[in-house]
């Protein structure tokens, strides 16, 4: 395999592009995520959505609440993007990131909302994921719903429900994402997109974009 010839085994895939969500993965063939762009991946993990990132060459930051996933994913920069500070990745929470207003074109969350203890904490993190992203970006989530398993959950508080597969999560709904997206005035890039896991969990995709001011931000 030649350094030109695209990436087609399992072993060369996984090698080229991590274990990427596919739905990120979606956003990227349609160029809305690039190479050239800053991105937040919130609550990244040990890297799994950063890996391809890095690798194309974006300047990627991550943060998490987990130091040991924070130190895993400094080791995949340092292999895989060694000229990205090992600053870039950090130990914290999303509702209080340490970034200034506006400092991202790409903010990055999968797989981490549907842990919010309740729904002001909820908000709490999607408010400050949107603060970060800068006019023009785009915000791209995947988050445990309701939709689709509705007769299947049961409501424990609030917005939290225990699943059929044994899980309690933060659990929203197409009027709460609708309703979200409005109050943050930004506009769906996609239709809500729902895979339904054989009826025991749901996962939602949400991509906003962030609309740019009339000051040309």
């Known amino acids: 395999?030649?350094?030109?010839?695209?990436?087609?085994?399992?072993?060369?895939?996984?090698?080229?592009?991590?274990?990427?969500?596919?739905?990120?993965?979606?956003?990227?063939?349609?160029?809305?995520?690039?190479?050239?762009?800053?991105?937040?991946?919130?609550?990244?993990?040990?890297?799994?959505?950063?890996?391809?990132?890095?690798?194309?060459?974006?300047?990627?930051?991550?943060?998490?609440?987990?130091?040991?996933?924070?130190?895993?994913?400094?080791?995949?920069a340092a292999r895989l993007a060694p000229a990205l500070p090992a600053e870039n990745f950090a130990v914290g929470r999303l509702n209080e990131l340490p970034f200034p207003d506006g400092h991202f074109a790409a903010v990055v969350c999968s797989a981490v909302l549907h842990f919010a203890k309740d729904e002001s904490e909820f908000e709490q993190m999607v408010a400050e994921m949107w603060r970060v992203l800068g006019g023009g970006g785009l915000f791209f989530a995947r988050l445990a719903s309701t939709i689709g398993i509705e007769d299947r959950v049961r409501r424990l508080r609030g917005r939290t429900h225990h699943l059929p597969d044994g899980s309690d999560r933060f659990l929203v709904d197409e009027e709460y994402l609708l309703r979200a997206t409005s109050a943050l005035g930004g506009d769906l890039v996609d239709p809500l997109k729902t895979t339904n896991v054989q009826n025991i969990r749901a996962m939602t995709t949400w991509v906003v974009a962030k609309r740019r001011t009339s000051a040309g931000e």
Do not use: W
């Open 1 to 76: 395999m030649s350094g030109s010839d695209p990436p087609c085994g399992r072993d060369e895939l996984a090698a080229h592009f991590g274990n990427i969500d596919i739905y990120l993965f979606d956003q990227l063939l349609r160029g809305r995520i690039t190479s050239q762009m800053r991105i937040l991946d919130a609550g990244c993990g040990h890297g799994r959505n950063s890996h391809y990132l890095m690798r194309c060459g974006a300047e990627v930051f991550g943060i998490d609440a987990d130091p040991a996933e924070i130190s895993d994913i400094q080791t995949l």
